[in-house]
């Protein structure tokens, strides 16, 4: 079927459109029934991580075009129901009457852009072979902050791939040789148990535009 065919650049270009236009409509929401725009954008973050991620299956239904907004409607309350916010939930199916639930990913990634730009803030990705520590996440971004001077939003990431390493992703920003010392000094002075394989076997800190 067409509608599960291969998205082209152009449809992602407007894809990321609709997620900007949505976001905007979905904080603008939120501030109106006096519900922290905080805890509701880590609530969709959570949509997106924790469900969306974890079953395409599902992704792939709330996107498809060959199942009726009706259909979709039902779907969300039975899944969410008594378990997501109502802001979240009616948000949602609102997105749905519109057709565009494929667009759930775009709409987080703006909306937590627009968060960070309120808060004038900038997001920084964390990959590492193993889960961060509270410890270590809170001495990193202290780090960052320092190296910056701005509020961080750190994402923390994990992939086993990354052997022992460490990748820091600020948009296209390349730090330079003195931040990555920091970085690194950071590295060699966290002595947490679940972060020795980092400690051990790490002799570079790896930076990706």
Do not use: W
């Not at 929401?29 to 395409?56: C, N, W, Y």
């Not at 008594?82 to 749905?96: D, N, P, R």
């Not at 902050?145 to 509020?151: C, D, L, M, S, Y």
């Amino acid at each position: 079927m067409a509608d599960d065919a291969a998205v082209t650049p152009e449809v992602d270009i407007d894809k990321q459109r609709l997620g900007s236009v949505y976001a905007k409509a979905f904080l603008a929401a939120a501030e109106k029934q006096q519900v922290g725009i905080d805890a509701i954008v880590d609530e969709l973050d959570s949509l997106v991580e924790d469900v969306l991620k974890r079953f395409p299956g599902f992704e792939a239904t709330l996107g498809s075009q060959r199942i009726s907004q009706e259909e979709k409607a039902q779907l969300l309350d039975r899944v969410f129901q008594g378990k997501a916010s109502e802001t979240l939930l009616t948000f949602l199916k609102v997105v749905g009457a519109h057709g565009r639930l494929d667009c759930i990913r775009q709409i987080r990634n703006a909306a937590r852009a627009e968060l960070n730009r309120l808060h004038g803030r900038i997001a920084v990705e964390v990959t590492t072979a193993e889960p961060l520590t509270d410890e270590l996440r809170t001495q990193i971004v202290n780090k960052l902050q320092e190296a910056t001077g701005v509020p961080i939003d750190l994402q923390c990431k994990v992939d086993a791939a990354i052997i022992g390493g460490l990748v820091v992703r600020v948009g296209d920003t390349v730090y330079d040789s003195s931040v990555l010392n920091q970085l690194a000094q950071l590295k060699r002075e966290t002595l947490g148990k679940t972060f020795s394989q980092l400690r051990e076997s790490t002799d570079r800190f790896a930076v990706s535009g």
